[in-house]
């Protein structure tokens, strides 16, 4: 069975930084394209950073060049830097793990920024 956990949310104040773990048991993150999304009340989920399983990333124009996408792979587990954190940046992080055949979610970690 696949397991996706996230960790490292928080109330942070505008300007600050948090890093974001999501941990695979059942589930190898270098076999697949590994994703964080952001969702906020009464809104899809929407694409914050993704990383293949080449190693490639990719960033919403929101957060580039705030947010770095990393795998360690001895760890199995992803992770969200999020630097220089702004208010519109609050929202549940989700990681997602997709392969040819599925698609894994976890169950999200809260993160708040204050102004």
């Known amino acids: 069975q696949v397991q996706l956990m996230e960790s490292g949310g928080g109330l942070v104040q505008a300007g600050g930084s948090l890093r974001l773990s999501c941990v695979a048991s059942?589930?190898?993150?270098?076999?697949?394209?590994v994703g964080w999304y952001r969702q906020v009340p009464e809104k899809q989920r929407d694409l914050v950073a993704a990383?293949?399983?080449?190693?490639?990333?990719n960033y919403a124009d929101s957060v580039k060049g705030r947010f770095a996408i990393s795998r360690d792979n001895a760890k199995n587990t992803v992770y969200l830097q999020m630097n220089s954190l702004k208010p519109e940046d609050t929202g549940v992080y989700y990681c997602?793990?997709?392969?040819?055949?599925?698609?894994?979610w976890g169950q999200g970690t809260q993160v708040t920024v204050s102004s």
């Open positions: 990383i293949t399983r080449g190693g490639s990333t």
């Open positions: 997602n793990a997709v392969t040819s055949k599925s698609s894994y």
């Open positions: 059942g589930f190898i993150f270098r076999f697949g394209d």
